[in-house]
Structures are given as structure tokens and as C-alpha cells.
């Protein structure tokens, strides 16, 4: 199995290398063995993770700029193929935030997180999986060694209020993953997604300090080892999967399940097609706050309307899901 797991001879890149996840995910590719093209903004963080990985013993070299930036995604493919001769691990991790309620977002609010994450993720993807697809034709279409793990957020699920835009970019890799991995298939390329808990810079106001003399359920190192799993030719048979993971924890989520399906002729339709009477008739049973004046009243109010996924409500379930506790989980 050691072999299965080792990325010796493997090229990686990994955006917003800079800090704390990308940080822990690149450190744990190069200690797998892993050659790394490290991007980030210009900066010394980057430069000094770079410079940590090459302190002990590890291949790494430095791509700065702007992941939206289509330039770049050109820059860090030509950085892996000419400083390590190919491309074979793309991790996307590069992220902003911009919160506010979906009332008061401005557009450049939407505009750049849309374009950090969601962009930043298409334009690395879109150039690799190029990139390999020709690779396939060259060996006589053969499958060629391509891993891509994305970094999406159970924001995207569970409607975190002030984060909109976050939330959106993050079901857009959802579902980009999802995609890349039924198209790319047959060139070798194994695209899969993780919705990491991590306390980083970007999320130390959510998630507040680390708990004293004990380890930290949400370190960004706890997160590594996956990533690195995902990379290596042990995960030849893992596709599409979009995982939740912290800590000593992994899970991965289930594509989407019908909740209830209605059939017009069981709701008054003469021939079993949907009216406006049956649809009154079907929907009214299932959401009754929305059902008459007194259900539009508690709407109005606040009161009763159902809003399907709901963050905070998934966190009691927490720690006997996915072990977290309650308390600090977000």
C-alpha cells in the first residue's frame, strides 16, 4: 500500500499556497513527495512556504498572482511543465470572503468572491484537463495520471446567511467537480471535492480561537492527509465524491434525494396533469405555512415558513454525523 500512497515524480499545483489550508495541503503533498507549483498573491507568505518545503528536501517553486486572472492559470501550467517537465495534481484551494446579507451585497461583493473561487477553480481546471486530454490523444489514448481536488464549503448546502455569494461559488464547484469527473473519465482524470473545517485566517471570526492544551479539532494540517490520499494513485477509484472533513473526521455526502414526489391525480386533477387547484391541494399539505392567509401571515412574519436546509439547524446533529460538536460548529 506504501507505494499506492507515495507522490514521488508527481507535479502539483496548489493555489492560495500561501496560508492555511493551502499551506497545510501543500506541505503534506511535498512530504508525500510531491514537486510543487506553489500560487498565491505576491507576498513573503508564499515565498516562505516555498522556502519550508525546500528546506526539507522538497521541490518547490513560486507562481504568484491573481487565480481569476486567466494568465495565470497559463503561468502555473507552464511553471509545472517547465520546471518539472508535467502536470499531474491541480489543488484548488484559493478563496476570499465578503460577507453581508444578500440585501445589502454590493455587486463588486458578488462579482469578486464569485470570481476568486469559482472562476479561479474553472481556469485551473479548464487548462489541465487541456492539457491531459492531449496528453491521451499523444499516448494513443491511453488514461493519463490527472488528479484535481476542489475546495468547496457545506455553505453551499446549508444556506449560511451572510454569505450568498459564498454559498453560490461554492455549489458552482460542486458542481464543476461533479462535471469535470464524468467528462474527463476516460483521459485518467479523477476530480473530487472537500468541504474542509479548518480555522485559518479567512474563518478566525467564525470559528474563534483554539481550544487551550488540547489538539485543535480544526487545525488546516488535519485536512492534508485526504487531500494528499485524493492525489495518489491509491485513489484511482474515487470520483465525483465530494467529502466533508476536519479533524480525525471524513465524510462524504450523498448526491440529492427527493424529499416527496406528488402526483397531480391524487390532488384533484381530472387528467393527471398539473392545475393550479392541485397543485394548491399537494403543496398545501406539505408546507402549510404556505397554505391561506393565516400560513401568508406567518410567512410574512417569520414565523413557520419552510426554508429546506438551514445551517444552524444541522448543528445539533453535528457530532453524531460528523463529530463535531455542537457548540463551535459552523
Request: net charge negative; aromatic share 6%.
Amino acid at each position: 500500500m506504501a507505494d499506492r500512497l507515495t507522490l514521488d515524480g508527481k507535479t502539483a499545483i496548489v493555489t492560495g499556497a500561501g496560508h492555511g489550508l493551502g499551506r497545510a495541503e501543500a506541505i503534506g503533498l511535498a512530504s508525500a513527495g510531491a514537486r510543487l507549483v506553489l500560487n498565491d498573491l505576491a507576498g513573503p507568505a508564499v515565498r516562505a512556504v516555498a522556502d519550508e518545503i525546500t528546506a526539507s528536501g522538497g521541490q518547490a517553486v513560486i507562481c504568484e498572482g491573481d487565480i481569476g486572472e486567466w494568465s495565470t492559470g497559463e503561468a502555473l501550467l507552464a511553471a509545472a511543465l517547465g520546471s518539472f517537465g508535467g502536470l499531474d495534481i491541480v489543488v484548488n484551494n484559493a478563496g476570499v470572503l465578503r460577507d453581508r446579507m444578500v440585501f445589502t451585497m454590493s455587486e463588486q461583493e458578488w462579482d469578486l468572491v464569485l470570481r476568486v473561487h469559482l472562476r479561479g477553480h474553472f481556469i485551473t481546471t479548464r487548462l489541465a484537463t487541456g492539457y491531459w486530454r492531449e496528453a491521451s490523444k499523444r499516448a494513443g489514448g491511453q488514461a493519463v495520471y490527472a488528479r484535481i481536488i476542489n475546495t468547496s464549503s457545506e455553505a453551499f448546502l446549508l444556506g449560511s446567511p451572510g454569505q450568498p455569494n459564498y454559498a453560490a461559488a461554492k455549489a458552482g464547484i460542486v458542481a464543476l467537480t461533479v462535471t469535470t469527473a464524468r467528462s474527463c473519465a476516460r483521459y485518467g482524470v479523477r476530480a473530487n471535492a472537500i468541504c474542509p473545517r479548518a480555522r485559518t485566517d479567512m474563518t478566525a471570526e467564525l470559528m474563534g480561537p483554539p481550544p487551550a492544551g488540547a489538539v485543535d479539532p480544526l487545525a488546516p494540517q488535519h485536512v492534508a492527509p485526504l487531500v494528499a490520499y485524493l492525489a495518489s494513485p491509491a485513489a484511482a477509484g474515487i470520483n465525483g465524491e465530494v467529502f466533508v472533513v476536519h479533524g480525525g473526521v471524513a465524510a462524504v455526502l450523498e448526491p440529492p434525494r427527493l424529499r416527496v414526489t406528488f402526483q397531480a391525480a391524487e390532488h384533484g386533477s381530472a387528467d393527471g396533469m398539473w392545475t393550479p387547484e392541485s397543485i394548491a391541494a399537494a403543496l398545501g399539505t406539505a408546507f402549510p405555512a404556505h397554505a391561506g392567509a393565516a400560513g401568508a401571515d406567518a410567512v410574512e412574519a417569520g414565523l413557520g415558513a419552510h426554508a429546506g436546509f438551514a445551517c444552524e439547524a444541522t448543528l445539533a446533529l453535528a457530532s453524531e454525523t460528523i463529530g463535531f460538536p455542537a457548540d463551535g460548529a459552523r
